[in-house]
C-alpha cells in the first residue's frame, strides 16, 4: 500500500504545473531542472519504498544543519546551547536582525547563523577539512554509504557568492559568538552544505532519528532517546526556517529542509522520509516536497498530533 | 502510579524555592500568592487524578486563546485564517513591531494581537456580552460545569490597564484587519481573559483535544480529528509565546500557557492535563507549571516525538 | 525681485505635471484638489510676498506640531524633554516599532508619536476644549489673526478614522510616557492638525522664528533666542519625517511639512515662508511645496549652510 | 577674545571629572589616555588659535568619513548617491538593521555602512594602497601638510578585529551594493579611519568647508559651493551617529566626530574647528569635545539657526 501511495504521490508531482522557483543565489543550484521529484521512505522494519527520481543526487544544503547539530552534540555536548538557542526565529533563514537584537546569539541551529555558530564548534582548531571530514563521516556511517561526498563544484559556488553567510559569521565573531578564525568556519559551511545525497541515501541517514536515537544496523546509539526527541523537537519548531508553523499545522512531523528541494522527514517510531524537487517556496522550502509529505501524513496517519493506536 | 507522581511533583513544587514573578502588569492578579500549585490529569479512560491546589479557581488568561480559537472556527471556519497567521513569532507576546512589518496581520492566534483578532470575529456585529456569553458556554460546554464564570473585578483590572491590546487593537483596526467596534472586540477579549477555571475544570475542558476533537461525554465532535490535530500544533509552536521552543524541547507536549500561571497541556490520546503556579518566567510563563509539566512527561513518556509504543 | 521669483514659481507650480498624491487616509483631506499651489513670504521687514492660492485655506496638520512644541515648552519648560527626543527617528511618520525598542519614549516632537505625547502635555487634566483652546489662541496671536480655527469635518474625520494615531497613544500610555485619558489628548491632537490656515497666515505664524523667538509686532518674546534656534535645528533634523535629511541636503532651511501638503520654512533673520500644494512625496511631505522651497532657497541664497554676507 | 576663550575652555576641560569612556573595541585607541584635551581654531581670516594639545596627533576615525565623501564626489560625481543615502539612521553607527530592511542600500555616508559603501567607491578596481593614497593626498592637501599620515599600528588593530564592519561589507557585497573584493574595501577603510591628525592640522583640512568649498591657500575650489552646503548639511544631520539631533540642538554646527575623540566643526563663513578628547558618550562621541563646542558656539553666536548678523 504505501508503495502504490509514494508512486502515485510521485507521479503526481512530476506533472504538477506549479512548481516554484529554483534557488537562484548560489549558481550551482541555479542550474538544476525543477523537473525532478523523488521520494524515499524507509519503514521502522527496515523496508525502503522509493519513487521517482530517488536515487538521483542533489545537494543537501540546510538538512546537514541537522548532522551538524549530531556532530556537535556528540563532540561538545550540552556546551552546544551556549552559542545557540532553541527558539524559532519569526524571520527568514539569512535574516541578520534578530543578531543584533539579540548580541550575536542565533535563535536556533537550523538558521543559517546558528549552523555557523554550530559549525564553529566542530571547525573549532582545526584545518577546515578535518571539520569537513568529520561531517561527512557521520553521515555516511548513518546512511551506511561511502561513496557520499561533497560536490566541489557546488562548494566553490557557495563560497564564491556567500557574502551573506560571510556577515553572518562576522557579526558573530564581533561578539565572541563564533571563535575559530571566520574563513575556516565558512570553509566547513559551505562545504557542509554542499553534501550531495540521494533520496534514499538521505532516509537512510535519518533512520537513527525514527528509533529514538540508535542506528537501526548496529543497534548502538548515535544520540540518547532524550537528544533524539530534542532533536525532533527542534525540527518541528524551527525545521522550515519562517515556514515552520505552517509545515507542523499541514503536515505534522519533524523535519528539514533545504534550499537545493530536499526535505528530510522523521515520523518517530514509524518512518524516515526523504522527498527532493528542486523547486521552491518564497520561504525556501520544496514546493512539491512540502505537499508530497502532506499528502503521506495524511494518508498514513504520520502526525505526531494525532493519538498513536489503541494497542 | 499517576496519582503517586502527580502527588510527589505536587508536594515539591509546593516548596520550590525560585516560584517566578507574579504578573504585576494586572493589578488584580498582582494581588494572587505565588505560593500556589496545583495539578490536574484526565487520562484517556476518563479518571481524573489531581493534587495541591487543583479545585481552586485561578484567570486562565491566555489559556483562552485555545477555545477562542475553537469558537471562531465553529463559526466563521477557514475564514479565521485571513486574519491570523499560523507561524512562531519571535517576539514577545506583546510585541506590536511585527505588527507594522507585516501590515498588521498578526502571526499566530496565541499572541495577543493574534487572540485580538480571533475575538474581534467572535464579536463582529454584536454587543459585547453576546461575545462573551458564545465563548463561554463553549467552555462551560467543554468542561461539562455551568459554574464556570468570568471575574468581573480581573476583566475591569484588565481593561482599566489595558493600554497595550488597546494599541494592538487599534493597529489592527487601521489596517482593517479587525473590522468591529475597537472597544466592543477588547471588551470581549478582555472578559474572555478574566475567565476563572480551576485545575480540574481546565483539564475537563481539554479533554477534546486529547480525543481527536470529540467529546468524551456526548461522542460529539468539537471539531473534526483535522483541525484538533492543527491545534496542537499550534500550541506546540506557538502556545508560549517567545519560549515555545524551549518548551517543545523540554516538555514535547502541545500546551497553552496564560499570565495567570495556568498551563493547558494535551497528550494526545494519553491526557488532558492543566497546572497552576501563579509565579512566571520572564517570558510570562508559569515557572513551576513548565517544571512540573516537564517532569510529568518524562516519567510518563508523554512526548509527541517519543516512538509510539509498539502494540 | 523676491515678487517676481515667487510669481514665477507658483506659475511653474500651477502647472507641474507630477504633483504627488493627496493624503487618502483622512477622507476629508483626500477631497482637496492636488491642482493648488500657494506661497506667501514674509521677510525682515515685515513685508509680505505672495503669489497663487496664498489666501486659500488648507489643514496645517503636522505643522502644528511646532506651535504645539511652543505651547507646551512655554507652559511646562524643560520639562517637556522627559516626554520626547530630539533626535530624528529614521522611519516613518506613524512607525511605532521604534516606541517599542526604546519604551515607549518617542524620538522628536515631530513625528506623530511625539506630537502625541507634547499634546499631552498642554492637555493634561483639564478638557479637551481647553487644551484645544491654548493651542488655537498661540496660533491666532503668532498670526494676529482671530479668524483662524479648526476645521471640524477635518477634526471629525481624523477622530473617526485615526486607529494608528490611537495605537500610538495608547501604546506610550501604556509605558506612563502620556499620563492623561487617552481619548482627551487624542481630541485635542485631532483637533489641532485640523486648523485651517492660508500660506499668508501660516507665514505670518511663523515669524517669530525668523526673529530669534520675538513678535514682531508687539515686540515680545514668544520663545527665548536658544529656545528659537533649538526649535530651528529640531525643524532641519525632524522636520520633514524620514526625508528630514533629503531636505536638509536639498534647501538648507528649517521647515515643518504637514499632510495637508503645507510646509513652514524659517530662513533665520531673513523670511518666514509658507508654501501649500496638496500632492505628496511617498515619505508624505509636499512635492511641489518641497520643489518651490528648493529654487526659492537657491535662488535667494537662503541656505543656513551657506557663509554669511561679508558685511 | 578668541584666544582667552579658549584657553579657558581647554583649562576647564583639562579637569573635567567626567570624561567619557575611551573607546574599548579597538586595542591601540584603548591605550590612549582620557585626560587629554585639545582645540584648534581656523577663522575666515586665516588665523590659528589653539590651545591645550592643539598639536598632539590622534586617530581621526571617521572625521576621516568626510573627506573619503569629498574624495569620492571628486571623482565620481553624483554617482556616489546610489551606493548611499541622505538621511539619518535613528540606529547606532555600526548597526546592521536597516540593512537588511533598506536591501543593503545605507542611509547616509557617515554611518559605518554608509562610509564603507563610498570607500568601495575609491578603492574600485585597484590596490589596496591607491585608494589609501588617494585620500592621504587629499587630506594632506586640504591641511597643506605633507607629514600626515597612516598610523599602521591602528590600521592592523582596526582590521584584526573589525568583525563587524566586515559583516557590514559582506552584508553590502550580497546586494551588490559594494562592487569591488570585500578585503580590499575593507583594507581601505581600515586605513583611513586611522589617519593620525593633531587638532592643529584637522582645522585647516577643514577650511575649504567654512569658504564654500574653496580652498583658502591655493583659491582653487576643492568642491561647488553648493556641494560645500550639502556636506555640511550632511554633517549637520547625520554627523554625529545618533546623536546628530542633539548635537544640533545643542550646538547648532556642521560636525563629524570619530572614536578616537576628535571632532570637525565649521561655522560656514566663520571658523573651522577641531576638538579632541578621547574619552566618548554612550553614543560613540567626544563627550568634552561636544562640550567645548557648545560653549564655543553660544560664546561666539556660531550657530548655524541664529539670524545672521544685521550689517
Keep these: 500500500m504505501l508503495d502504490t501511495l509514494i508512486a502515485d504521490i510521485a507521479a503526481r508531482m512530476a506533472t504538477a504545473p506549479d512548481r516554484g522557483q529554483v534557488a537562484r543565489y548560489i549558481p550551482e543550484l541555479a542550474k538544476v531542472s525543477p523537473a525532478h521529484f523523488g521520494i524515499a521512505v524507509v519503514t521502522a522494519d ?15 544544503q540546510s538538512v546537514s544543519k541537522v548532522f551538524a547539530l549530531v ?27 534578530q543578531l543584533e537584537l539579540e548580541q550575536g546569539r542565533p535563535r536556533n541551529p537550523f538558521i543559517n547563523a546558528g549552523a555557523i555558530a554550530v559549525t ?6 582545526n584545518e577546515p577539512r578535518e571539520g569537513i571530514g568529520a ?29 551573506r553567510n560571510a556577515a553572518l559569521a ?60 530534542r532533536i525532533a523537537a527542534l525540527m518541528l519548531t524551527c525545521g522550515h526556517y519562517d515556514a515552520s508553523g505552517e509545515f ?27 522527498v527532493w524537487s528542486p523547486g521552491l517556496s518564497p520561504q525556501g522550502n520544496s514546493l512539491l516536497g512540502t505537499k508530497a509529505l502532506e499528502e503521506l501524513s495524511r494518508a498514513m496517519g504520520w502526525n505526531v498530533f494525532n493519538p498513536p493506536p489503541a494497542c
Design 46 to 60: 527496515g523496508r525502503e519504498h522509493v519513487a521517482g527520481d530517488a536515487d538521483l543526487s542533489f545537494s543537501i
Design 71 to 97: 556532530e556537535a552534540l556528540q563532540a561538545h555536548g550540552e556546551r552546544v546551547w551556549q552559542r545557540v538557542g532553541r527558539e524559532p526565529s519569526g524571520s527568514a533563514f539569512n535574516s541578520i536582525i
Design 120 to 125: 564553529d564548534l566542530i571547525a573549532e582548531g
Design 135 to 163: 561531517i561527512l563521516r557521520l553521515v555516511r556511517s548513518l546512511a551506511g554509504d561511502d561513496t557520499i561526498n561533497v560536490d566541489g563544484a557546488v562548494a566553490y559556488s557557495e563560497a564564491a557568492t556567500g557574502f
Design 170 to 229: 562576522n557579526y558573530m565573531r564581533s561578539f565572541g559568538m563564533i571563535a575559530g578564525p571566520v574563513e575556516t568556519t565558512l570553509q566547513v559551511y559551505f562545504h557542509q552544505c554542499a553534501i550531495a545525497m540521494s533520496c534514499r541515501q538521505l532516509a537512510r541517514a535519518g533512520r537513527f532519528l525514527m528509533h529514538a536515537g540508535r542506528c537501526p544496523t548496529s543497534g548502538k546509539p548515535i544520540v540518547s532517546p532524550e537528544r533524539a526527541r
Design 248 to 274: 507542523a499545522f499541514e503536515v505534522g512531523l519533524p523535519a528539514k529542509s533545504g534550499v537545493g528541494g530536499g526535505i528530510l522527514a522523521i515520523a518517530p517510531g514509524r518512518a524516515s522520509i526523504a
